[in-house]
């Protein structure tokens, strides 16, 4: 072999990348949600639970504050700062300010020395009525946030992982994973979906009809976030067996002024309860659509509810009580979608035929 051979020989040597450091590699699993978003870190768990919010100065462009300080600011801003919630429906709605949400996540939870060796690997859950230019976007905004390798995985799937059920088996699971911006419906078996819904129904879409409730029925102009925050205290999707209480403030519509009312979880339920109602009648036709052999697994086992959704008093009860198939939460169901997409990636041989082909 000539000098120069074994300079370019030694040289590559030195370039490649070795086996102890591709060791330092993070593995992350993002759940990129319209309300929340997580992050799970291979070793630690799930490291960020935070609101999918982002504060800008309009005049500088400058990041004022990701997360929960961000969401703090929504409707009390000035002019000049903007609170922006740049996913909508569970997709991507403002790429930029996305990628600099997720740069934030990445930054928080990697070593900045490690980081800049080798970058994270990362795998994004995604809705799965997303479409193709949408699924792009989720990788180039994590690409572009530091990101090294990208996987997409679907959010049913990735729930199913998470609420440690055997995907892979000749055996049907039927999951409901119920976002802030989608609720994911699928029957799946050997780790693919075979009956599937998504829809546009979920806890956002709970605070806009509280929202419109206050302002028809009780005459109170009210924001979003107050409309969560009474929904979290007093929602319930059937009647309790006791009476929840508190107060709903907001501005008159009649004379102006600030005013409070005292109501209860009937207000609530009422408020929610068309779109409670359509919820549960779209997973009684994707059931209608399962193939008849994977019916008595799905009885045998029930349906499992996961997501945020999942949290709301007494909706597994009304879709138990509609569809005559047991219902269970699933462990911690507001984050079996990022401990599912943490799995996939710490066993990727394993869990490689599930993810969404680029």
């Known amino acids: 072999m000539d000098k120069f051979s074994i300079k370019n020989f030694n040289l590559l040597k030195i370039l490649k990348k070795p086996q102890w450091l591709e060791n330092f590699s993070s593995i992350i699993g993002i759940d990129l949600g319209t309300v929340n978003s997580l992050v799970y870190v291979s070793g630690k768990g799930i490291v960020i639970n935070e609101p999918s919010v982002v504060a800008v100065n309009k005049k500088t462009g400058k990041i004022l504050a990701v997360g929960r300080g961000a969401k703090k600011m929504i409707g009390k ?3 000049n700062i903007l609170a922006i919630e740049p996913l909508v429906d569970g997709v991507i709605s403002d790429f930029e300010i996305t990628e600099q949400m997720v740069k934030y996540f990445i930054d928080k939870v990697s070593d900045q020395v490690i980081r800049s060796l080798s970058r994270p690997r990362v795998v994004v859950a995604i809705p799965m009525s997303a479409t193709l230019v949408e699924q792009k976007s989720a990788r180039d905004a994590v690409k572009n946030a530091g990101a090294g390798e990208v996987y997409l995985i679907y959010e049913p799937v990735a729930a199913t992982i998470g609420a440690r059920l055997p995907i892979k088996r000749a055996t049907g699971h039927f999951v409901v994973d119920i976002g802030g911006g989608t609720t994911e419906i699928a029957a799946i078996s050997l780790g693919g979906i075979v009956t599937q819904k998504s829809i546009r129904i979920a806890g956002n879409r709970f605070n806009k009809d509280i929202v419109q409730f206050a302002r028809e029925k009780l005459n109170l102009l009210i924001g979003e976030p107050s409309a969560e925050r009474i929904k979290i205290a007093l929602g319930s999707a059937i009647k309790l067996e006791d009476r929840l ?9 009649i004379d102006g002024l600030p005013r409070e009312i005292l109501i209860s ?14 919820l549960v009648g779209t997973i009684r036709t994707v059931i209608e659509e399962v193939p008849p052999e994977l019916l008595p697994d799905i009885m045998k086992q029930g349906i499992v509810l996961t997501g945020g959704g999942a949290l709301l008093r007494g909706i597994d009860g ?3 009580n509609s569809i005559q198939v047991k219902v269970k939460i699933a462990e911690d169901p507001l984050t079996a979608v990022v401990r599912g997409a943490g799995k996939i990636l710490e066993n990727l041989e394993e869990y490689k035929e599930l993810l969404i082909e680029s």
């Open 245 to 253: 209480e508190g107060f709903l403030r907001g501005r008159d519509l």
């Open 265 to 278: 979880d009937e207000h609530i339920r009422r408020a929610i309860k068309k779109s409670i109602d359509s």
């Open 318 to 320: 009304a879709i138990e």
């Open 77 to 79: 801003t000035p002019p």
